[in-house]
């Protein structure tokens, strides 16, 4: 105490008083602008105690990867990053625009979040050969089948809503990328 009354160049000594307390001291989780939005996702549930794990961090990668497994269309996650990458690019002259109201805010806030589930999305929509809520092939079926939809319902082919095997069908190769249509 000394020493800091000497530094701060004052003529009375400080005075340091321990107080008693059996209160938690407050939880603090350092952030910056792209953490700071998943960190805000963990506080809206909780705020984790003192000395407990963040799971903000964790959120940085599970949030986006269950909300693309969830969304999976990578046309709309391209949307969606352009959109966020714009906002990002510029955000020091978006940083004060007030006009848009709370869903301006949020989306403002949430920048990194929504540029994180689009890069996600076009990955898991890639999988899924969904783009804008339409199925696409990228590559011919590795299946061949002398069936088609409606002859296989009609020739019991399905019967009690189970798919029999059927014996006409040949693997012929494995599908280049995502789910084979067949």
Do not use: C
Not at 32 to 52: C, L
Not at 78 to 90: D, E, G, P, V, Y
Not at 139 to 144: K, M
């Amino acid at each position: 105490m000394r020493v800091a009354t000497e530094r701060a160049g004052l003529t009375a000594a400080a005075i340091l008083n321990v107080v008693p307390t059996n209160e938690q001291p407050p939880t603090y989780h350092l952030t910056n602008k792209y953490t700071e939005g998943f960190q805000s996702i963990v506080d809206a549930y909780g705020v984790a105690s003192y000395r407990e794990v963040n799971p903000g961090p964790f959120t940085i990668i599970t949030f986006p990867f269950l909300f693309a497994v969830m969304f999976g269309d990578w046309g709309h996650g391209l949307l969606m990053t352009f959109t966020a990458a714009f906002i990002i690019l510029k955000e020091e002259k978006l940083k004060n625009f007030k006009a848009g109201g709370e869903i301006w805010d949020t989306m403002f806030g949430g920048r990194y979040i929504i540029v994180m589930m689009g890069l996600f999305s076009i990955y898991t929509g890639f999988l899924y050969n969904d783009v804008f809520s339409k199925s696409v092939s990228f590559a011919s079926s590795g299946w061949t089948t002398s069936y088609t939809a409606q002859q296989a319902y009609n020739t019991s082919v399905i019967t009690d809503g189970l798919l029999k095997f059927e014996p006409h069908a040949d693997f012929t190769h494995a599908y280049v990328l995502g789910i084979d249509p067949v």
